[in-house]
């Protein structure tokens, strides 16, 4: 298994790294048992439930994970930032994999986690601000049994 | 770069290849054939039988040559199963290698009972639950010398004892100790014992089953009379006298090198620890190969450790399912009771002959950052 430049340079320099203190949304998704667990922080503007006027301008992660994970967490972050979130439901893990010219097959499991997890935080910001209906609608992660059967 | 992968596989000695070049052209013949070019091949592989017998103190005749450690493994446990029609259980431990385990697996599909022993927090295996298993319809027992992921060394004495007195054939994988440390098959009541060349600057693909006299097992190939009927196929002659040689210079130096890699595993340790918080070591504190140094690093996962190692030229592995493809870390350290998420983060340094303080000193300068990076990154840190 091998992989690409692109995944080896976002795994040793990944961008976004950390937190944001009181953020407007917090996605987390992954198990630390299955050895994975990727957790994002949003900031959004203007603070509407516009999906398609809404902004992500800021966004950080912290991820636990193998070099894919991490390579994953940092390109999906790079990928959402700036992009309403509108655009950002409409990302998906291929995007992602596409972004980094491709990834080992064994390794899909974890390149789920990017994108869903930012979706994750795009649902708690929609519920914070009073639109569980909406929130609803968005996929984020996927049930547990779900994961296991990757 | 910096090797310290030596439980994975050794780099072969030069005075190993060196006695193996011959044999590739100027003493090509076949060991089988008649004229004299055969019989100087035939010489020449007695004459590494007899090496090899002496590192384990058994009999020239109690030895068959293999293609490694897995083969004997093979050979000794569908050998011995198959040998006979009356006991169906195999007994062996949660901590075998694949070798082993998925041999026992497989020969379900014949009717045996598998029972794996299992093994207390330092990989140690269960002696109570193994005298409550055996029984009159126990065949074998295969139980590992030294675990290859933490380096463990199992209480071979005890566990030939609890055999013999059921009337089993006692079996131990001893690829991660031949070379390593002394074994003496007759005083440790050894049935039958597997190793592997390459595990101690021998060739690869080479290997030997050693098997006592009255021990009954059917051959896994057929075909011509090699080895004594058990092991049909021309003698890999360069690989036997090379295996023949790693024996030979394992016998006159084990004990020195196993002083110094001690000291320089410890050194490793020491060096590591006093830097990183929240390490775990794994394996038995003292019972365990003095080259392996298993540990977890808590909060991080292995597989991003070993590619930040990688990058600075510095060679280990893990036992995390990130590097395995599955999503369940190493069996041996579940096995030991070690939680999943804890188990993610493990990762092996094994030294060897070549392994040089200068290179330790590197890994320990270069370890502890790569580690404050991961956990900055991590989720799992504490602040
Ligand atoms: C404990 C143990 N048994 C068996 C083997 C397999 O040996 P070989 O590579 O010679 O087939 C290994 C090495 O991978 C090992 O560490
Ligand atoms: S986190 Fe396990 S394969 Fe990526």
Aim: charged share 25%; net charge negative.
């Amino acid at each position: 298994m091998q992989y690409s430049q692109k995944v080896m340079e976002h795994f040793l320099n990944p961008r976004n790294v950390g937190e944001i203190e009181d953020a407007d949304g917090v996605g987390t998704c992954g198990n630390p048992i299955c050895g994975d667990l990727m957790t994002f922080y949003i900031n959004i503007e203007p603070k509407t439930d516009d999906l398609h006027m809404a902004r992500i301008v800021d966004i950080r992660f912290k991820t636990f994970g193998c070099g894919a994970a991490i390579a994953v967490a940092s390109m999906a972050s790079e990928m959402a930032g700036g992009k309403t979130l509108f655009e950002v439901t409409e990302l998906t893990r291929q995007d992602v994999a596409d972004a980094l010219d491709g990834l080992p097959p064994v390794k899909m499991h974890c390149s789920n986690l990017g994108v869903q997890a930012i979706q994750e935080a795009i649902k708690d910001y929609l519920q914070k601000i009073g639109r569980p209906d909406l929130a609803k609608t968005i996929q984020g992660c996927p049930k547990k049994s779900e994961h296991n059967n990757q | 770069m910096i090797y310290l992968d030596y439980n994975a596989t050794t780099p072969t000695d030069p005075r190993v290849l060196d006695a193996m070049l011959p044999y590739f052209q100027a003493r090509f013949a076949n060991p089988s054939s008649i004229h004299r070019a055969g019989h100087e091949a035939r010489r020449a592989v007695e004459k590494a039988r007899e090496k090899l017998a002496h590192l384990v103190v058994a009999r020239v005749d109690e030895v068959y040559f293999t293609s490694g450690g897995t083969e004997a493994d093979n050979i000794a446990v569908k050998g011995v199963a198959f040998a006979q029609n009356k006991r169906k259980k195999i007994i062996t431990s949660a901590i075998e290698h694949h070798a082993v385990l998925t041999t026992c697996e497989y020969m379900t599909k014949f009717g045996f009972e598998v029972v794996k022993v299992p093994v207390d927090p330092h990989g140690i295996i269960d002696l109570n639950f193994l005298e409550d298993a055996v029984d009159d319809n126990t065949v074998i027992i295969s139980i590992m010398h030294a675990n290859n992921e933490v380096g463990t060394v199992e209480p071979i004495t005890e566990i030939s004892k609890i055999a013999h007195r059921h009337g089993i054939v006692f079996h131990t994988d001893a690829v991660q100790t031949v070379g390593k440390l002394p074994i003496d098959i007759e005083s440790m009541g050894i049935d039958m014992l597997s190793l592997s060349g390459h595990k101690f600057c021998g060739p690869k693909g080479t290997g030997a089953l050693i098997a006592r006299t009255g021990i009954r097992f059917d051959p896994l190939s057929h075909g011509g009379h090699h080895e004594h009927n058990k092991r049909a196929g021309t003698e890999n002659v360069p690989g036997i006298v090379g295996l023949g040689k790693a024996c030979e210079i394992a016998m006159t130096e084990m004990a020195e090198e196993e002083k110094r890699i001690r000291l320089l595993r410890d050194k490793l340790w020491n060096g590591i620890r006093e830097k990183i918080p929240d390490l775990i070591l794994n394996g038995h504190p003292e019972k365990r190969l003095a080259n392996t140094l298993g540990i977890c690093v808590r909060y991080v996962e292995g597989e991003s450790l070993l590619l930040h190692l990688d990058m600075h030229g510095i060679c280990a592995s893990s036992g995390s399912a990130c590097t395995s493809g599955s999503l369940e870390p190493s069996h041996v350290l579940l096995a030991m009771g070690i939680p999943h998420e804890t188990a993610h983060g493990s990762i092996r340094f094994s030294l060897g002959r070549y392994t040089e303080e200068a290179e330790i000193l590197e890994v320990i300068r270069v370890f502890p950052k790569i580690v404050e990076k991961l956990r900055v990154i991590s989720p799992l840190s504490k602040k």
